[in-house]
Every structure is written in structure tokens, then in C-alpha cells.
């Protein structure tokens, strides 16, 4: 489907990813900003910019505390 699989090589910890984390992880890869991230998030799900930027700075606070990311701007 449309979901990530993620393995942390420090500790074998295995992340399952699902549909929107799985595009944010993939849009910060591809050099997207989060704000750029909220902004898709806001028009594909027809959410509100302020919920669309939390949930995906929420996402990318997780990735990050857990290794998954380096920190982004």
C-alpha cells in the first residue's frame, strides 16, 4: 500500500509509517520544507493550513526524536 517501512540500524527498531507520515517522509526527503509538506497536506485532505502544519510538524518531531531524520528547517 501506500505505507513505509522504517528500520532504525542503532537499535534494529522497526517503524511502520502510515499514509500521511509516510508522504511527509517522503516530501522531506525530496527537500520540502515543512511548511511546503503542511501546505500539499491542506489542499489533498481539505484541512484547515493550522492543523495540516501541526500534524506534520508533529510527524517530523517523532522521525527526529526517534532517529529517523535529521533536523530540518
Given at each position: 500500500g501506500s505505507?513505509?517501512?522504517l528500520?532504525?540500524?542503532?537499535d534494529s527498531s522497526y517503524y511502520v509509517l502510515n499514509e500521511t507520515a509516510s508522504?511527509?517522509?517522503?516530501?522531506?526527503l525530496g527537500g520540502k520544507t515543512s511548511q511546503?509538506?503542511?501546505a500539499s497536506f491542506s489542499e489533498e485532505?481539505?484541512?484547515?493550513?493550522d492543523q495540516a502544519?501541526?500534524?506534520v510538524a508533529e510527524t517530523i518531531e517523532?522521525?527526529?526524536k526517534e532517529g529517523l531524520l535529521k533536523a530540518i528547517g
Open positions: 505505507s513505509v517501512v528500520l532504525n540500524l542503532v508522504l511527509a517522509f517522503r516530501a522531506v511546503q509538506i503542511a485532505y481539505d484541512c484547515s493550513a502544519a501541526a500534524d517523532y522521525l527526529e
